[in-house]
């Protein structure tokens, strides 16, 4: 199996007034791959993510997206969030931020429009072709509920969700917007043993079925080291190692990051 | 019995045109948290368009329904063109800044707007045609309703049955509503927010335009000046159902319309701005969030 770079980060440096949050970063990631960054905390790892998905505009450096099925690479830095998610990348937050007085179907359904054609007239006099992809957009949303196993509170209202209910919803809505790159901001913070375990099925189950590529910020070491495939870790906006998880374990640097010095 | 069924009416009448009006401050409120001040303006520009082109059409002879539908169409495409270009113009550059920016922003808008009018028409009263004609099934009861009133009644209704179903069913609908709510993850899921705000000062508009064509056609008379009045009420009754909530919107504009026309039917017409007024008081100190309005958590 070949593996394509689609995502390369060169050189990015992020700073806010005099803090340097992001250091000459320089990541590349593959198609289909399952990476975890660590890091402490305030070590730049959500700043990464806010500058991927175009939240926050890097201050140095360049972002390449390459699209796994066209091949087409193209720079996002300085683009808008929404123009970057319709380019296959999407991502969850660490709090949850569902749209609370939606119900669970439309949460999902919403994550599908941005690859709806239909324009305003023909939404409103409701043309054959707006019913149509309407149609198509509520039976794909159901398929995503059924994965995450959700399908049976399809009309609830999100924030009448258990907590770990809305983890996963938030995690069918980004993968609504048909990424090839998820990148999950702390999916298991907040959950317990159970849920995580569940958690770490579905993001399997994920990456099998639907062949994307998984980008995870978390602090369980137990839940990244059996789910990644590759980690990174960072310290003060530098990365500082980088490796398969056995190798990770063993890095001094690693080691000194989480522990400090004298140990 | 009858009299106060009569006042109910005009209430309902009073009400349904300040919901118009109303509806575009809740849900420009709902999308980017502005108080809209201009919008009051849109109502008065587009009761102006229509009496001009009414005046045009006129003059060709046609008849005058005809006339009265295709005026308010074109004060309609009028308004939305004001509507879309002012957000550009006014808003759009200061998304980013203080809140209190674009407020004055949309002080002074509103402003400019009424001195353009009374400057390219004029500053007295100006008669509005009367192109309504009289429906003949309406004749039992043309003494208690008269053919523009249950024109606004009609309109209105069918508008809210409109924009309900577009809200709730449509694509369009859905991101406005999710924009609403949390606008950084409507972007990262692809929802592109400068044509969401477009859209929505759009539908805002084109509701007062509707407002504005059957106002004017209802009194027969507008000025530069009308936009103020109807505004100032109708984001009263905004706040009064909860500004932000759509059907808070026309339950505040119901109450209020209700309220003013029995002020004026059992006190005094010189009471009825008081009574309003007093009651938005009294909500703001016991349910300041409004009627229908949620409770604001405190953002830590």
């Known amino acids: 199996m070949s593996h394509n770079k689609i995502l390369e980060i060169q050189n990015l440096s992020m700073e806010f007034g005099g803090l340097q949050a992001l250091d000459s970063i320089n990541i590349t990631f593959y198609e289909k791959e399952v990476v975890a960054i660590i890091g402490p905390n305030g070590a730049g790892k959500t700043t990464l993510f806010n500058c991927i998905t175009g939240v926050y505009v890097p201050t140095r450096g360049n972002i390449f997206i390459q699209n796994p099925y066209t091949q087409m690479k193209e720079k996002i830095n300085g683009l808008k969030p929404n123009i970057i998610t319709r380019k296959g990348m999407a991502r969850t937050f660490q709090n ?35 019913r149509d992809e309407e149609a198509r957009i509520i039976h794909d949303s159901r398929e995503l509920l059924k994965k995450v196993n959700l399908v049976d509170e399809q009309y609830e209202y999100a924030k009448n969700l258990s907590y770990g209910y809305q983890k996963r919803l938030e995690i069918a809505r980004a993968l609504a917007t048909k990424p090839f ?50 980690i990174f870790v960072m310290d003060y906006g530098k990365k500082i190692a980088e490796g398969t998880p056995e190798e990770i374990q063993k890095n001094p640097l690693v080691i000194k990051a989480y522990l400090g010095e004298n140990i | 019995m009858e009299y106060f069924l009569e006042l109910l009416l005009s209430g309902l009448i009073r009400g349904s045109i300040y919901a118009l009006i ?11 948290e502005l108080i809209n001040f201009a919008h009051g303006e849109i109502y008065m520009i587009s ?21 009265f539908a295709i005026a308010s169409s074109l004060a309609i ?35 400019v707007l009424q001195n353009y009018v009374m400057l390219a028409q004029t500053s007295s009263f100006v008669p509005f045609p009367n192109l309504i004609p009289d429906f003949a099934f309406l004749n039992s009861i043309s003494h208690i309703l008269f053919p523009s009133e249950f024109l606004i009644l009609v309109i209105t209704t069918i508008v809210m049955i409109i924009l309900t179903i577009v809200i709730k069913y449509t694509k369009i609908g859905k991101a406005m509503r999710a924009v609403a709510q949390d606008r950084m993850m409507a972007m990262l899921l692809g929802i592109n927010i400068n044509y969401i705000i477009s859209v929505t000062f759009i539908i805002g508009s084109c509701l007062a335009a ?50 003013e026309s029995f002020a004026t039917g059992y006190v005094s017409s010189d009471y009825e701005d008081v009574f309003a007024f007093a ?22």
């Open chain 1, 96 to 130: 949850i931020r569902l749209f609370k007085n939606m119900t669970v179907l439309e949460n999902v359904m919403i994550g599908r429009h941005c690859h709806a054609k239909a324009g305003i007239i023909s939404a409103m006099v409701r043309s054959k072709k707006t």
């Open chain 1, 181 to 230: 790159l998820l990148l999950l901001d702390e999916p298991a913070a907040g959950m317990n043993s159970k849920e995580t375990a569940e958690l770490m099925d579905l993001l399997k189950e994920i990456k099998k079925d639907l062949h994307i590529a998984l980008l995870l910020i978390d602090h369980d070491m137990h839940f990244i080291m059996n789910l990644s495939e590759k």
């Open chain 2, 22 to 32: 109303a509806l575009g401050y809740t849900m420009v409120y709902g999308i980017i």
């Open chain 2, 47 to 67: 009761a102006f368009i229509a009496l001009i082109f009414a005046s045009v059409l006129n003059a060709y002879g046609l008849n005058s329904l005809a006339t």
């Open chain 2, 77 to 111: 495409v009028y308004a939305a063109a004001y509507g879309f270009t002012l957000e550009k113009l006014a808003y759009k550059p200061l998304r980013n800044a203080p809140r209190l920016s674009p407020l004055i922003s949309a002080i002074g808008l509103s402003i």
């Open chain 2, 210 to 259: 509707i407002g504005g064509v059957l106002i004017a056609s209802h009194i027969g008379q507008i000025n530069f000046f009308i936009g103020f009045i109807a505004g100032i009420k109708a984001f009263t009754a905004a706040v009064l159902g909860g500004i932000g909530n759509i059907p808070g919107a026309v339950l505040g504009s119901i109450i209020l319309g209700c309220t």
């Open chain 2, 279 to 300: 009651i938005l008081v009294l909500l703001l100190i016991f349910r300041p969030e409004g009627i229908l309005g949620k409770k604001r958590d405190q953002k830590v």
